[in-house]
């Protein structure tokens, strides 16, 4: 295990010896995991806006999502379409199963598995991105993204969440590239449990903006 000493160097002052310990850590120990946490403290405070501002939206009309009289034909309960979207959860939620077993196996240093991992994640990551693309159109969503403050509201969800897809499939496509060339030891393997905490809460985010953007349009 390692020690932490204290000695006297020869002008009397105490010196602390930190040579035994080891030159990485994980968890909390880490400032990287620090820096990664709070990092999601921010982005959650921007969804939690965006999604407030969705609610504080909804006060303004008498019928939601807001009719579009104009359209042909009319629109008088313009609901964005549920396929795409529901199949965005399904896969995110399965991934998360994939994430967890490549997490436990950069904690056990088992390179083969971590590539194995790291590459069904990033195209769990692309496939996900190209749900999210097909769908953010006015045929599924039934709203231009400048056409109300409803629709703007959408789209700014839609396409910010989509950033934060945008960023996990980078992620993925780095570290998958590093250990390829250079192998897996302990501090590449802090940055894959790194990369698993931001996509589980990645995961939890698209939950939240589709039970309140999908689901909420038909119930609220």
């Not at 295990?1 to 010896?17: F, H, K, P, Y």
């Not at 403290?41 to 969705?54: M, S």
């Amino acid at each position: 295990m390692a020690q932490l000493s204290e000695t006297i160097d020869v002008n009397g002052r105490r010196v602390l010896d930190v040579s035994g310990l080891p030159p990485e850590a994980t968890g909390p120990r880490e400032p990287v995991w620090w820096g990664n946490t709070l990092l999601m403290c921010i982005e959650t405070t921007t969804i939690v806006l965006l999604l407030v501002t969705y609610f504080y939206i909804r006060r303004n009309f008498n019928e939601w999502p807001p009719p579009q009289p104009k359209t042909i034909p009319a629109m008088y309960h313009p609901v964005p379409d549920l396929p795409l979207p529901t199949a965005e959860l399904i896969l995110i939620i399965a991934s998360l199963f994939v994430m967890h077993w490549t997490d436990n196996a950069a904690l056990r240093e088992e390179a083969a598995k971590v590539k194995a991992g790291l590459s069904i994640m990033f195209l769990a990551a692309a496939g996900l991105i190209i749900l999210r693309l097909l769908g953010m159109n006015a045929h599924h969503l039934k709203f231009y993204w400048d056409q109300n403050a409803y629709a703007s509201t959408i789209w700014v969800i839609l396409g910010t969440h989509l950033t934060y897809l945008l960023a996990g499939l980078a992620e993925f496509f780095i570290m998958l590239l590093w250990i390829l060339r250079h192998g897996l030891d302990p501090k590449h393997g802090l940055d894959v449990e790194l990369a698993g905490i931001y996509w589980y809460w990645t995961a939890a985010a698209w939950l939240a903006c589709y039970l309140v953007v999908f689901i909420g349009a038909r119930v609220l």
